[in-house]
């Protein structure tokens, strides 16, 4: 069993009589967020160490209640201790954290006491200094036995900090900060401007979800500078999905009129507003519901390119057109169920509405139906080739 211990006793430096816990984050508050990964890590559990309470996190926790496993607040180490399943392991977030679901998921695995550290005294991720070379970097995975430990020393102690001395005297295991999760926004704040910058780190890690090029190179690039807007107002994220489903009606609509150019620059700005939608659903720790939304993206590229190959059929009289575009949604679809890992230059359906867009524009569908099967099909040979065994 997992379960999650989060400390929320420091006050903003920014915002006097304010815990950082409440401050926003995400289109919520802070603590929302930190205990939305905790419960898409899987932790049945959730403590949240206080050293008083507020309206604000009063409100925090209720709100997190109704989305998340069982939440209770605890004042001490005693408490906690209590309260912690004597089975579970303990992960353990830092106030003022921020961090992402690839973070936490590689901490909150089966295994012994951990430490997630860095070599960086200097760095946003660095909270207390372990030993001459390595820093705490805001996440620990204990045990209940230790938390029992800390329940036994004198009320004037540091919560935190005891909890780390006594993880780190345990022998626990130093798990490095990679780069890649610095470079996601992993760091401790204490200041609302501290969070907002941190806010545009984690949205730019989440629109990196899909692997291909259309997405990192321009769906992504999209997404970054309309999301933080998005969330900042605290727009529903089904707003930028119904967006997204509206103009990709209106696309349809257009190819089906003989507007086919019109049709797939609308297909392409519902793609856009499709993937921000999975990314604030992501952000809100909806994980179905982005999956859901980024499955759309394919229904709109296999109803373009049939609706495109339908049209062109009935304008030419021959059958070639419909066929190409049978082809290219069979083989994505057996590309989107392939077992292995989808490389950068592989087909996706972003990938194929921007290839034929162009020929679109240009009056010939034909040709761009027939550049998207060859593309989904030679990405469908690749993926059989990716999962062959290796002699």
């Given amino acids: 069993m997992l379960a999650g211990l989060i400390f929320a006793i420091e006050e903003a430096t920014d915002r006097p009589g304010s815990l950082v816990a409440t401050l926003p984050f995400g289109g919520m508050t802070l603590l929302e967020y930190q205990i939305r990964l905790l419960n898409g890590a899987g932790a049945q559990q959730i ?27 605890v004042r001490s180490a005693e408490e906690a201790a209590e309260k912690a399943d004597p089975d579970a392991r303990v992960l353990v977030l830092a106030d003022g954290l921020v961090t992402t679901d690839p973070v936490v998921d590689r901490m909150a695995a089966d295994g012994p006491e951990a430490l997630l550290v860095t070599d960086d005294a200097g760095s946003p991720a660095a909270i ?13 995975r204990i045990s209940p036995s230790q938390l029992a430990q800390i329940a036994q020393m004198p009320e004037d102690y540091d919560f935190q900090s005891a909890l780390l001395r006594v993880a780190a005297q345990s022998g626990a295991e130093h798990v490095p900060l990679a780069k890649g999760w610095l470079r996601g926004g992993h760091a401790v704040e204490r200041s609302v401007d501290g969070l907002a910058s941190r806010n545009a780190s ?7 979800r899909l692997p291909g090029w ?10 970054r500078m309309v999301l933080p807007e998005l969330v900042s107002r605290g727009v529903p994220g089904f707003v930028a999905t119904l967006t997204g489903g509206l103009f990709g009606l209106g696309a349809l609509a257009g190819i089906w ?21 999975a990314a604030m659903s992501a952000l809100r720790g909806e994980e179905k519901r982005a999956r859901r939304v980024e499955a759309g993206i394919f229904l709109l590229f296999a109803a373009v390119t049939l609706l495109g190959g339908w049209t062109e ?13 049978l082809i290219a949604v069979a083989s994505q679809l057996l590309v989107e169920r392939a077992s292995s890992l989808h490389r950068r230059w592989w087909a996706s359906p972003s990938a194929h509405l921007l290839l034929l867009t162009p020929f679109a524009l240009a009056g010939y569908v034909e040709y ?24």
């Fill in 313 to 325: 059929f009935r304008l030419l009289g021959t059958a070639t057109p419909l066929v190409l575009a």
């Fill in 214 to 223: 259309s997405d990192r190179w321009i769906f992504t690039r999209g997404a």
């Fill in 128 to 140: 207390e200094r372990l030993d001459m070379k390595d820093c705490w970097a805001g996440i620990a």
């Fill in 47 to 73: 403590l949240v160490a206080v050293g008083k309470m507020t309206p604000g996190l009063l409100a925090a926790v209720n709100r997190a209640s109704k989305r998340a496993a069982t939440v209770e607040i």
């Fill in 202 to 208: 984690v949205l730019a890690a989440l629109t990196e």
């Fill in 257 to 277: 009129f003989g507007w086919s150019g019109v049709g797939l620059v609308g297909s392409l700005v519902a793609t856009a507003s499709l993937a921000s939608g």
């Fill in 368 to 391: 761009g139906l027939g550049a998207v099967a060859l593309y989904a099909f030679a990405t469908l040979a690749a993926a059989v080739e990716a999962t062959r065994e290796k002699p």
